[in-house]
């Protein structure tokens, strides 16, 4: 069984820099692609990034690409969200998400459906 615990999420100023990370308690991080969803203020949750088991490849939504970057730490088992430049519009509770790479099926990171595990969130809040 996997479990999933965000950190770092917090109150800041637009323009400020965050940076979330997500420790992977379990086998097999590396078997994982990994993914940041959010779920801003009485909306859906929506993708934000994702990197591949092996961190050659990563997706971001066009609302963060520039701004955001996600990084994996295999050895360490850990996922990060280097979040820059924030804005009043990334407020919202920040999820990670891991998918299970070893069935071989296709990578498509913005598909929620795609993930089997998820932590509890981390709640970023940016005043404007």
């Known amino acids: 069984q996997v479990q999933l615990v965000e950190s770092g999420g917090r109150l800041v100023q637009t323009g400020d820099s965050v940076r979330l990370s997500c420790a992977h308690y379990?086998?097999?991080?590396?078997?994982?692609?990994m993914g940041w969803f959010r779920q801003p203020p009485g909306k859906g949750r929506e993708f934000v990034a994702a990197?591949?088991?092996?961190?050659?490849?990563?997706a971001y939504s066009d609302s963060v690409k520039g701004r955001f970057t996600v990084a994996r730490d295999n050895a360490m088992k850990m996922l990060y969200l280097q979040m820059n430049s924030l804005k009043f519009e990334d407020t919202a509770v920040y999820y990670c998400?891991?998918?299970?790479?070893?069935?071989?099926?296709?990578?498509?990171?913005?598909?929620?459906?795609?993930?089997?595990?998820w932590g509890p969130g981390t709640q970023v809040t940016v005043s404007s």
């Open positions: 990197i591949t088991w092996n961190g050659d490849n990563t």
């Open positions: 998400e891991a998918d299970w790479a070893g069935d071989g099926t296709s990578w498509h990171p913005h598909n929620e459906m795609q993930y089997d595990f």
């Open positions: 379990g086998p097999t991080f590396n078997m994982y692609h």
